[in-house]
């Protein structure tokens, strides 16, 4: 009797779609054709099934009179397989003309469901298809709606290491002309494992009407993993951390929806037990099958502190922050250690013998003091590539647009005036409160290799610049402001480098409570853990126009020069310019020698 029932609800999702499919096809099938050239399309919401030949060419504008935006859904894309991108396509643009902002581009090689929104109440679509004889065909469907409008629980962002979640209204109908979106984020290390337990979706061989579609990253520009519809119950694991759901729906013929859970899966293989060391935690897996070989479950672990209890998935982890849990700080010269013991409890088969082995893991972490981290910005070719070599302890640095220290600047690279003050923070990156740090050395260099030239703005501690102020300790962030400068003789562009000292804050002794010494000895107090950091190029903003027109102009003064004959006037100025070198020079060498190891720079004024 069930099977026959369900026989007959599939029979009845498959007349519905057939007739909705018959119905679109008579009222808004069209024949995209070069001499048609495409239409104007005013309905609130209609759904168009394109048949395409070759060398097409039309473009279709959807336009009402209503202040409302347009989302378009390309949910089924058949093109030529092996047609290239640049010669059939279709582009969207926003607004009323193919002259508008493009917002995006589909061809036979995306690997999406191509959904689009306009920022007003006009949107065009343009088709091009290439020679290549073969049958296209393209199933579009859009509607307009209000941006501030909302509908309850659809979509959102999902960050629990488990969970589950339901399209709108379920087990009831789901809503029409919905576009939900949920953005699934684990810990890292992990893979997710999705679960439908009940689809009940509208039913059509290409999912063109009602979908679910299923992404492996953490946006619909993600690898398509899936598009399903009808009825189901379909699982899906991503290669990462992260995974997106999509739920679309049309005007006609609204059923349960679904209902759906994840799980957290690790990704890497572990044996036995593994441990990492980061800023602010330690991390402890542990395999369930070594667990299981000393008859032992999960429920008989814990920490120095039991009430912190572990991740269970197809691991056991232990995150143990370093300041929580127990955990045992142990403070001596040049290093910190972070400890806690994981041991395994059991209810013992009598008061008097147990045949269970009682183990211990020990968990320690060490931060190293000759590590270093480094961020550095490098723009060749407009890239900007941020490199962060992770030692035990986490810092980074970066520019700010005032001393409220609230808005980094992102920019790469930032163009300055002289003159103007910038401010730089160095941060540490650690759940340790009784962690401070001291600047030590901040320099500056043309290059961001940091050879010769080399201009200190910090070094002991103490200013060496007169427009160099820096801030007093502040927790897990040292501070300081300068003006900018420009190196002489060199180029455009200035790197900074800071060295760091990690002390904790109740020694008083250590050099980080000793703030700037000028002149110390070199087994003076300790610190705990070093790190450079390195961030640049900061360039003038003249020399942005200036480096566009250099080439230009060169090239100008060369021709010119060589269209002038060499006249006495010419060889006059020329012993002119070598004298005038040879007492440069020879200044210059006097300077170098009275300043030996030390590099000045000139403060350069306003025009």
């Known amino acids: 009797m069930e099977v026959a029932g369900r026989l007959v609800v599939s ?11 018959n119905s679109t096809e008579a009222q808004g099938r069209s024949t995209c054709t070069a001499s048609l050239g495409g239409a104007n399309l005013a309905e609130t919401h209609k759904a168009l099934i394109l048949k395409l030949n070759a060398d097409e060419n039309c473009t279709w504008t959807i336009e009402r009179p209503e202040n409302k935006s347009i989302r378009i859904i390309f949910s089924h894309v058949q093109l030529d397989p092996d047609g290239m991108c640049e010669s059939e396509n279709i582009q969207v643009f926003d607004g009323n003309s ?83 979106v949920w953005h699934i984020h684990v810990e890292k290390g992990y893979k997710i494992k999705l679960s439908f337990k009940e689809i009940f979706l509208e039913v059509d061989q290409h999912c063109r009407f009602d979908f679910i579609a299923v992404y492996d990253g953490s946006s619909t520009n993600s690898g398509l993993m899936g598009q399903v519809c009808g009825r189901g119950t379909p699982t899906f694991e991503s290669s990462s951390d992260s995974l997106t759901v999509v739920l679309s729906t049309d005007y006609a013929n609204s059923y349960r929806g679904f209902s759906a859970s994840y799980t957290s899966i690790y990704a ?45 998935s197809n691991v056991v982890e232990f995150a143990i922050p ?24 059991a209810s013992p088969t009598s008061a008097v013998i147990t045949r269970q082995k009682h183990l211990q893991i020990v968990v320690k972490c060490e931060m190293e003091h000759n590590s270093t981290v480094e961020m550095m910005y490098i723009t060749e070719d407009d890239v900007i590539q ?43 990156h650690t759940s340790d409160p009784n962690l401070v740090v001291f600047l030590d050395t901040c320099r500056a260099s043309p290059t961001y290799d940091f050879a010769s030239p080399i201009y200190d703005l910090i070094k002991s501690g103490c200013s060496r610049d007169e427009t160099c102020k820096v801030y ?41 409570s000793q703030g700037c010494v000028s002149r110390r000895k070199r087994d003076t107090s300790s610190y705990k853990w070093k790190a450079d950091s390195i961030l640049g190029p900061i360039r003038l903003k003249r020399d942005r ?62 025009h």
Do not use: W
């Not at 849990?325 to 806690?340: F, Q």
């Not at 400068?485 to 760091?500: A, E, G, I, P």
């Open 11 to 21: 029979a009845l999702l498959i007349a519905s779609s057939l007739a909705e499919l």
């Open 98 to 180: 193919t002259n508008g902002p493009l917002l995006g581009k589909i061809c036979s090689k995306n690997d999406f469901v191509p959904v689009f929104e306009s920022s007003y109440n006009t949107l065009t679509f343009q088709i091009l298809t290439d020679s290549t004889r073969i049958q296209r065909s393209v199933f579009i469907f859009y509607y307009f709606f209000s941006s501030g409008s909302s509908i309850p629980n659809c979509g959102g962002y999902l960050e629990a290491m488990e969970g589950s979640f339901t399209s709108p209204n379920y087990p009831k109908p789901h809503p029409e002309l919905a576009y939900c």
């Open 268 to 312: 890497e293989n572990v044996n036995t037990t593994s441990l990492t060391c980061a800023s602010d935690k330690m991390r402890v897996i542990i395999n369930k099958s070594y667990l299981e070989s000393f008859g032992y479950s999960e429920n008989n672990l814990q920490l120095n502190d039991p009430t912190c209890r572990p991740k269970v």
């Open 322 to 345: 370093l300041d929580e849990c127990g955990t045992i700080k142990r403070v001596e010269d040049h290093s910190i250690t972070y400890t806690n013991i994981i041991t395994f409890t």
């Open 386 to 428: 941020n490199q962060i070599a992770l030692g035990k302890y986490n810092t980074s640095m970066a520019l700010f647009e005032s001393d409220l220290f609230e808005n980094p600047i992102l920019e790469s690279p930032y163009y300055v005036d002289l003159n103007q003050t910038l401010f730089v923070q160095v941060s540490l």
């Open 472 to 512: 007093p300790l502040l927790r897990h962030y040292g501070r300081f402001q300068f003006s900018a400068f420009k190196f002489l003789r060199s180029l455009s562009s200035v790197y900074l480098q800071c060295t760091v000292l990690i002390c904790d804050r109740s020694d008083h002794q250590s050099r980080c």
């Open 545 to 606: 126009s200036a480096s566009g027109n250099s080439e230009l102009l060169h090239q100008t003064h060369a021709d010119k020069t060589q269209s002038q004959p060499f006249d006495r006037l010419h060889l006059f100025s020329f012993v002119v310019l070598a004298l005038n070198a040879v007492i440069v020079a020879t200044i210059a060498a006097k300077r170098f020698v009275n300043q030996r190891t030390e590099y000045k720079y000139q403060r350069l004024q306003h």
